[in-house]
């Protein structure tokens, strides 16, 4: 229970710098939506407008950075993030309620996908080295692991998208994609989503790999498994009793604080493919100086980190007796 306390003290106490820092950046970027706008339209815009705009938004009276400060904290905690300023009047969990869904399910899926995957392949790289398929696993990975993943992802959608017109350019949906849930519907958000999809895949499995492989080789010189093997276990129960158990604690630890970045979505590749998920609105807020939705999407990316790590914490504990024994 005092480790426990101790964790959630941390928590909190991280979340309240991660607010503060949330607030302080944005407002460090000169300029202001308004004059976003007006440069935009390069004079075509009324400058008379610009104390319209302004009481538009809500940028008249802002009052002290302190009293901001506390209002924006006020505001934080009964979960009133604004309105967006790039899709004003749009309320700003509106736009995260839009997006939050198309993110979770492309990147959260292919992140899933690719800690198996690559966990798998590097379980057999590292168990089987010196054989021919297990050692070339290896410079295999290392390239798809340098691999930029949005030069990547421009290559995948010029040949597949462009040339071959297999898939579709950008966006999630097709214009008239049907009843939600429908066939059609599914159809269409499966093909529009296969190419951000594999180009998240393809360049993340190479770190899952290496990693594992790294977690086995170091494993394999451990005195318990020539114990194990002094006793006759088969190597099938070595391997799944003994390597894979303590190889996976590490990985295991860095799943989880990739699962916290899944809420971010991947940034480029959404913004290479118009996909329109949390990362997208992210990237529109920043060149918009969309403040609130800035903000939203920063706390909730940070919130999300913070709770997957400390998950982590509490499995890992529940996991690794010698964790327990170390806190007991």
Do not use: C
Not at 131 to 150: E, I, K, R
Not at 205 to 213: A, D, E, Q, S
Not at 223 to 245: M, Q
Request: zero cysteines; hydrophobic letters at 50%; glycine letters at 8%.
């Amino acid at each position: 229970m005092p480790y426990l306390l101790r964790k959630i003290v941390i928590l909190l106490f991280t979340l309240w710098v991660a607010a503060t820092l949330n607030f302080v950046l944005p407002r460090l970027v000169p300029g202001d939506p308004v004059s976003v706008m007006l440069a935009k339209y390069q004079g075509r815009l009324d400058p008379s407008a610009v104390d319209a705009l302004k009481i538009a938004y809500g940028l008249n009276d802002l009052g002290s950075p302190i009293s901001q400060y506390f209002s924006y904290l006020g505001r934080l905690l009964h979960g009133d993030f604004g309105r967006s300023i790039s899709l004003f009047p749009t309320p700003v969990l509106e736009v995260i309620g839009m997006a939050l869904p198309y993110t979770l399910g492309l990147v959260g899926i292919t992140t899933i996908l690719s800690f198996i995957i690559g966990s798998a392949l590097g379980l057999y790289s590292g168990w089987r080295r010196g054989q021919a398929g297990a050692d070339a696993l290896t410079p295999v990975s290392l390239f798809l692991n340098s691999m930029p993943y949005f030069w990547f992802a421009l290559l995948m959608l010029y040949i597949f998208a462009f040339q071959l017109k297999w898939f579709p350019l950008s966006g999630a949906l097709d214009p008239f994609p049907g009843d939600a849930f429908s066939a059609g519907w599914w159809s269409s958000l499966l093909r529009h989503a296969v190419l951000p999809a594999f180009t998240i895949l393809v360049t993340s499995v190479g770190g899952w790999l290496i990693t594992m492989r790294n977690n086995v080789v170091s494993v394999s010189s451990e005195d318990y498994l020539a114990f194990a093997r002094a006793k006759g276990l088969t190597e099938r129960r070595i391997l799944s009793r003994y390597v894979l158990r303590n190889a996976l604690l590490p990985s295991f630890t860095s799943f989880g604080m990739a699962l916290g970045f899944v809420v971010g979505g991947s940034i480029l590749t959404e913004i290479v493919f118009s996909y329109p998920g949390l990362g997208f609105y992210l990237y529109q807020a920043v060149v918009g100086l969309d403040y609130p939705l800035m903000q939203a999407i920063f706390f909730i990316i940070a919130l999300t980190v913070l709770l997957a790590n400390f998950a982590v914490d509490l499995l890992n504990v529940l996991l690794d007796p010698r964790i327990r024994e170390s806190r007991a």
